[in-house]
């Protein structure tokens, strides 16, 4: 049986469960001189959880640990010439093996590759029906043993609540070691390219080019290449600046139209046209910048006697302003509407006029949620590829001026990282040195936007 499959009769179950114990409660509380602990909805829900949290718990184990453990099985029938190989060998050794597996055939295979894919499917075949038995009893199990402590005095509720708790901390707990293994894979890696590109001429270096590998691999001493990072960090700073000053007014000015001098019809109809913005695909808006605004920025800019690439930084900047515009302006918006309108009414009330209340009032008692939406603009602003691939070139040029053509972080991360790759060279992990400095970057930021939100967050509470 599938893993699909067994997970679709585990979630029958496990509503069967909840329906049989709800039902009982109900029946129970239905005689007079019977009083629940808890409703009967929990009573069905402690019957269900217990039916199929444990089952998918053993589904996830099995569908994971089999792979592992099959893995390690399979070496039995390598060759000893393969087992004394190194590490990529014996992963093409294996790839070799999962090929016969699935039914893929390259040539003639050696009979030890048909023996151990043969095994494979053999172990995989018992591991499925074994999985499948185990899965569905413990499913049954334990839904018979949630239904066997349905009694009056029983604290459903509690149980339910701290099945509830766990699952929040596992998830929370989840986010925490995502992040954390993120970061960790990107510092060790980033740790290897600084043995052999020195910090410091990464750090500072004025020239990106990294094309160049040479006969030996580049960090040798005979390689010609250059890791400085300052051209990239420049272009993205310069993008991501024009980028704010198109999203930034805009999307504030429209939120507090919306917010304090629209009619609700108007509301109704312009907030979600400005939505709909945020659900374009990137890859549209880079086609509109390559195709429409980098051509028409360049004629006007040689229309008045600019010297304007035919990729610039400045049709980037535009069209990713227009990008992230909903961020700003949905999010300012609900956030002025959350200020309350005692604080509106007491304006009023000292003779303020609809501005003054806005800027003096209202604006700064919202300003640590337009400062949270300001910050995830600058996020997204910061991490945008696709635009700049396409309407401000790959050419990492260290210069401050809009017209020019550059490049940014993420989009030379792409270059570096796109096709097969050998991680051992100093070009493949530049990669995630530069990840390593956005990320130091990007939490720099979010520190000092929550230093801005806490100091006006203090004064109107």
């Given at each position: ?57 053993l ?5 994971v ?24 060998q ?8 999962m ?124 390689g ?30 429209s ?99 609809k ?15 337009i ?44 270059t ?46």
């Amino acid at each position: 049986m599938s893993i699909s499959s067994l997970a679709l009769y585990v979630l029958v179950i496990g509503m069967m469960y909840f329906y049989v114990g709800q039902r009982t409660s109900l029946e129970q509380r239905a005689n007079g001189d019977v009083r629940l602990h808890s409703l009967p909805h929990y009573y069905g829900l402690w019957t269900g959880l217990l039916s199929a949290l444990p089952a998918f718990i053993l589904l996830v184990i099995f569908a994971v640990g089999d792979d592992i453990v099959f893995a390690q099985m399979v070496k039995q029938y390598y060759p000893a010439a393969v087992l004394e190989q190194d590490v990529a060998q014996q992963t093409i050794a294996f790839a070799r093996v999962m090929n016969v597996v699935d039914g893929i055939r390259f040539g003639n295979p050696e009979q030890w590759v048909l023996d151990a894919g043969a095994a494979w499917i053999t172990w995989q075949a018992t591991s499925e029906m074994l999985m499948s038995v185990i899965v569905l009893a413990v499913a049954l199990g334990g839904g018979l043993i949630g239904y066997r402590q349905i009694a009056p005095d029983f604290r459903s509720r509690n149980g339910v609540e701290r099945i509830i708790l766990w699952g929040l901390v596992a998830s929370s707990t989840v986010a925490i070691l995502t992040t954390v293994g993120i970061v960790l894979s990107v510092l060790f890696e980033s740790i290897r390219f600084f043995q052999l590109i020195p910090p410091q001429d990464f750090i500072l270096g004025l020239e990106w080019n990294p094309q160049f590998e040479g006969a030996e691999r580049a960090g040798s001493g005979n390689g010609e290449a250059t890791y400085g990072m300052l051209p990239m960090f420049v272009g993205t700073l310069l993008i991501s600046t024009v980028a704010l000053t198109v999203a930034v007014p805009v999307g504030l000015f429209s939120a507090i139209y919306l917010a304090e001098y629209a009619t609700p019809r108007v509301r109704s109809v312009v907030k979600p046209l400005l939505e709909i913005l945020a659900g374009v695909p990137t890859v549209v808006y880079g086609f509109f910048a390559a195709l429409t605004v980098a051509p028409f920025v360049r004629s006007a800019g040689e229309a008045i006697g600019l010297e304007v690439a035919s990729e610039s930084a400045l049709a980037a900047g535009l069209v990713m302003g227009v990008m992230i515009i909903p961020f700003i302006s949905s999010l300012s918006d609900d956030v002025i509407n959350a200020v309350p309108q005692s604080l509106r009414d007491a304006a009023y009330g000292l003779g303020s006029t609809k501005s003054e209340t806005v800027r003096q009032v209202v604006l700064p008692a919202a300003l640590p949620g337009i400062v949270a939406a300001v910050i995830l603009a600058v996020s997204r602003a910061i991490g945008e590829t696709m635009i700049v691939v396409m309407a401000a070139g790959l050419a990492a040029n260290l210069s401050f001026n809009p017209l020019d053509a550059v490049t940014t972080v993420t989009s030379q991360i792409v270059t570096i990282l796109v096709g097969d790759q050998e991680f051992e060279s100093a070009k493949t992990l530049s990669a995630f040195a530069l990840a390593l400095m956005l990320i130091i970057i990007t939490l720099a930021l979010n520190f000092f936007a929550l230093q801005i939100v806490k100091k006006y967050r203090e004064q109107y509470d």
